[in-house]
């Protein structure tokens, strides 16, 4: 089974989160198909809440909608590291 036709896991978005986004620090739950993420970053410093949910998106692609069904996002700017 490759990795874009297995099951997510709340591990993995955080992994990919912290990886993809300078300074990130995420909390992720779900069940495999539906996730909340809640994403500290001082990248999202001066970022409308748009922009920063954007970014999160970016990190997953075309896999929102599909592998990954649902993405809840709250995010929040934190100090610079």
Known sequence: MS????VATPEELKARIEAGIPGAAATVTGDG??????ITASAFRGLS???????VYEVFGAEIGGRIHALSIQT???EPA
């Open 3 to 6: 990795a874009e036709s297995a």
């Open 33 to 38: 198909h539906h996730f909340n993420a809640v």
């Open 49 to 55: 809440r748009i922009a920063q949910h954007r970014l």
């Open 76 to 78: 929040q700017v934190g």
